[in-house]
């Protein structure tokens, strides 16, 4: 017992001692207010470099930046809200498809963000998406100020608010958020906490503006401002500021309430603004929660006479995605339930949808709870070291809320020096982007793929492959992203464009295509007949130097894997877990039919999740067509593989017929006709 009081006393010292350090008065007191600062501009450097890698590693999509880049290029030239992602849409998506909407082109059919009109005069001086990563970067790093300063009323111009700063700038949601495309509704993790801060020292006028910006940031924005509005009344009334008898007069509850009634207006406004434009009567994204029901009366019914939500709860992604959030800031946004309760709406819209990247707590939906759960993480900290644990030193919650800060920034892996931090490389395939794009005249009407709209949308006319319809120019990456369309579907597109439509091949190097209709591009010589050069199927070879495991095993007498190099995908990227995987294969002989290369995925307990196939390999070089000798890369870009599941390889003929794997060595083994190459830790 003495040693177990003697260990009590040793932590109760060391705490002492972390506490004053974080509270002692420095000779110079501007000093934790400019390490504030300095926080602020590290982040705002870090993330706005990531997001700028990100971009050009070809991880930036068209859903959303890319479509975001065509929108505001088509308002800041005289069309507001016009975009051509959907144009003609050849495709359709589980949720809606395009083609049954009233008004396809018109970006209020899918999302009411006016606050675009404001962020489009940017694109006078840089109509570039580059421009709205940096500055999604910088004004989600000022909102560490008003954090600060809401700690600072709390705990004195001490450590302590740094602490809280931090704990801000730490947050695996913001990160996540912000290396997540470019999303109105992300500022608002800035922007609520502005808000915040102006209520409580009673500037009216600059919450108003702040108000302002959230409203115009999505449409159910509204909801989360009547909450943070009714609670500014709330506080003013229990602190005694204001009396009940005579708070009807006061002009802040008199503007309190106009503002409370115009966010639930304005959300109102927005939500038939919506419909109208898609002609519809419900959002285009109600099919996320249809698990629910298909009509207002069906949906109360369920709730009401059926456990369905509680068994929803019951999930382990759904209640893992809440204590992901609460566990940011060491459970300590509980001790102020009062603010947490003001990010319900939000909260609620992401726990009960369908939609797994809703609940992934690293992608723009959960942005706007954010500073929900730092304020709280402040008042509940505060709360909990003054009436709970007083015979602690004071700041004690808040250094336990900051270890818990770290330990998820560091777990979650989006930031430099954190665990599984893999920096985007941009590889010489994904530079020679740049070069084709070029050469791409401003004003032509262009279809391109996901990963390549972005980078070529700043213009009048984009559309998402696989619709091509008037476009004079189509640019392709067969090595990239498919997505709307399977691999075998888009890999069938293309042929069959090159086949049936007469297009030129303007350039077609290392898995690119430059295609071109009639006169809207010269194509290099010795091309402009369609059929693919050599040089396009680079992509596809390899050295052998650059297997990382390696392997020698034959599959019958014609193929040989030499080996795998195996990528985690980080967890800011993907919903899920998952894996990039490449194989390198080498033909023994000239093989006599095209192979089939199945890779299967299985979980944890052992059973078969799902397999996949039709690698750019097997779709644009079959075995046919393999020299003896040369290394051939079959890879494929995503593999969702739970930790602790393992991914095998098979072969298949063209009947069908599998092939048995011989001569295993290394860590693989044989399981029926799969080999078994690796297990995810």
Known sequence: MRRLWQSVEYLKALARWCVSALTRERETRNAPAVCALLLMLLYAATLSWLSLERHAAHESNAL???????????????????????HEAAFHFPEFDPKRIRQPENLLSYHVEPLLLLVAPLYLIW????????????????GAWPAYQIARRRYGPGWLSVA????????????????????????????????????EQKRLKTALIFTVLILAAKEEMGLLVALLWLYGLYRQVASGVLSLS??????????????????????????????????????VFAARYSWLGHSVPEVARNILTTPILLDWLKQPEVYGYLGFLLAQTGFMALFAPEVLLLALPEIGINTFSRFDWMRSGVAHYSAPIVPF?????????ERLGRRWLRWLPRGIPVVFALCFALTQSYRAGAIPFTADFAAYTVTPHQQKLAGLAARIPPEARLSAQSDLYPHVSARANAYLFPTVGDADIILLDVSGQTYPASPADYAQTVKQILNETPVSIVEADDGYLLLARGAALR????????????????????????????????????????????????????????VRLRTYWRALRPPVENARFVFHVYAPTGYEAYAQADSPAELWYPTSRWSVG??????????????????????EWGDGQEVIPQGVDGNAEIA?????????R
């Open 64 to 86: 959303d930046l890319g479509y975001y880049n065509n929108t505001l290029w088509n308002t800041i030239h005289g069309a507001p809200f016009h975009f051509t992602t959907f």
């Open 127 to 142: 109509p570039d998406p580059r421009a709205l990563l940096i500055l999604q970067s910088v004004i989600l790093a000022s």
């Open 164 to 199: 809280c700063c931090a704990m801000y700038l730490l947050s695996p949601s913001l990160a996540g958020a912000n290396l997540a495309d470019f999303h109105p509704v992300t500022l608002c993790a800035a922007f609520f906490l502005w808000a915040f801060d102006a209520l």
């Open 246 to 283: 005579k708070s009807v007069r006061q002009r802040s509850v008199q503007i309190g309430v106009a503002t409370i009634a115009a966010a639930v207006a304005w959300t109102a406004s927005a939500a038939a603004i919506q419909q109208s434009a898609a002609g519809r009567t419900a959002s």
């Open 373 to 381: 759960l730092i304020i709280a993480a402040i008042i509940g900290a």
């Open 523 to 578: 194509p290099t010589p010795g091309a402009g007949v369609p059929r693919l050069p050599e040089t396009f199927f680079s992509f596809l070879r390899a050295d052998p130097s650059s297997i990382q495991q390696p392997l020698h095993v034959r599959f019958g007498d014609s193929l040989e894997l030499l080996g795998y190099n195996l990528e985690i995908v980080p967890p800011r990227a993907v919903p899920a877990p998952a």
């Open 630 to 651: 040369e290394t051939v890369v079959v890879a494929q870009r995503a593999l969702q593989v739970a930790h602790g599941g393992r991914v095998g390889v098979s072969v």
């Open 672 to 680: 029926g006709t799969t080999l078994m190459l690796v297990t995810v």
